[in-house]
C-alpha cells in the first residue's frame, strides 16, 4: 500500500514538472523574434525558392534583391555610426523594411508572372542557370547585390531572347542560337565567378 501511494505520487510529480520544464525550454530563446541576420537569412531562401520554382522572373528577382541590397546598406551604416551597433530605433526602421520586403516578396511569388524557360537546350540552360543562382542565394554565396546584377544580365538575354522570337515567327535561327549560347557561356561564368568569390550574402 505504502509502495503504491509512493509510485502513485512520484507519477504525478513527475506529470506536473513536464509542462514547467517544457516552458521554461521555451521562454529560452526559442518563441524570441527573429534576428536580423535570421531574417536576412530567411528572405534570401524565399527568394531563392521562387526563382527555383520559377514564381519569380529575373527582373522580379532583380527588384527584390535590389530593395534586400538597399537594406543591408543601411544597416551597415547604422552600425558605423554607432560603433557596430544597431539602437533601438535602428532595429525598429530595419524591421519595418524587412516587413515590407517581405510582403513585396511575397506578392512577386504569388501574382500572375511565372518565369517559362521554354524546351530545347537554351530553355533548359536558361533554367540550369537560374537553379545555380538560387543556390548561390540559398547558400549565402552570392550577395543581394550580386543576385541582382545577375538578374539584371539573365533578364537582358530573356528580352533578346523574346525579340529574336518575335522577329523570327516564334523561332529562333542559328545565328540566334548561336548568339544566344555566347551569352549564356559569359553568364555562366560570371555565376560561378560571384559565386566563388570572397564576398558573403548574409
Known amino acids: 500500500m505504502k509502495m503504491r501511494r509512493l509510485f502513485l505520487g512520484s507519477m504525478i510529480l513527475a506529470a506536473l514538472c513536464v509542462p514547467m520544464v517544457k516552458a521554461q525550454s521555451d521562454s529560452s530563446g526559442t518563441n524570441q523574434p527573429s534576428t536580423i541576420q535570421q531574417r536576412k537569412k530567411n528572405q534570401q531562401d524565399r527568394i531563392a525558392n ?3 520554382s520559377g514564381q519569380l522572373t529575373a527582373g522580379e528577382t532583380k527588384n527584390l534583391e ?8 543601411e544597416e551597415r551604416n547604422m552600425r558605423g555610426a554607432d560603433n557596430g551597433h544597431l539602437t533601438a530605433a535602428d532595429r525598429a526602421k530595419l524591421n519595418r523594411q524587412q ?3 517581405s510582403n513585396d516578396i511575397y506578392q512577386d511569388k504569388h501574382n500572375d508572372n511565372t518565369a517559362h524557360y521554354g524546351k530545347g ?3 533548359q540552360r536558361r533554367e540550369n542557370q537560374q ?3 538560387a ?7 552570392l550577395t543581394p547585390g550580386e543576385a ?3 538578374e539584371n544580365k539573365e533578364q537582358g538575354v530573356n528580352r533578346e531572347l523574346k525579340g529574336m522570337r518575335q522577329a523570327n515567327g516564334g523561332k529562333l535561327s542559328k ?5 544566344v549560347n555566347q551569352q549564356q557561356n559569359k553568364l555562366s561564368n560570371q555565376i560561378y565567378d560571384k559565386k566563388h568569390n570572397a564576398k558573403k550574402g548574409y
Open 50 to 52: 521562387g526563382v527555383q
Open 66 to 73: 535590389n530593395k534586400e541590397a538597399n537594406v543591408n546598406r
Open 99 to 101: 516587413n515590407r520586403l
Open 121 to 123: 537546350e537554351i530553355g
Open 131 to 133: 537553379d545555380r543562382i
Open 135 to 141: 543556390q548561390g542565394i540559398r547558400s549565402g554565396q
Open 148 to 150: 541582382s546584377n545577375l
Open 175 to 179: 545565328a540566334d542560337r548561336k548568339a
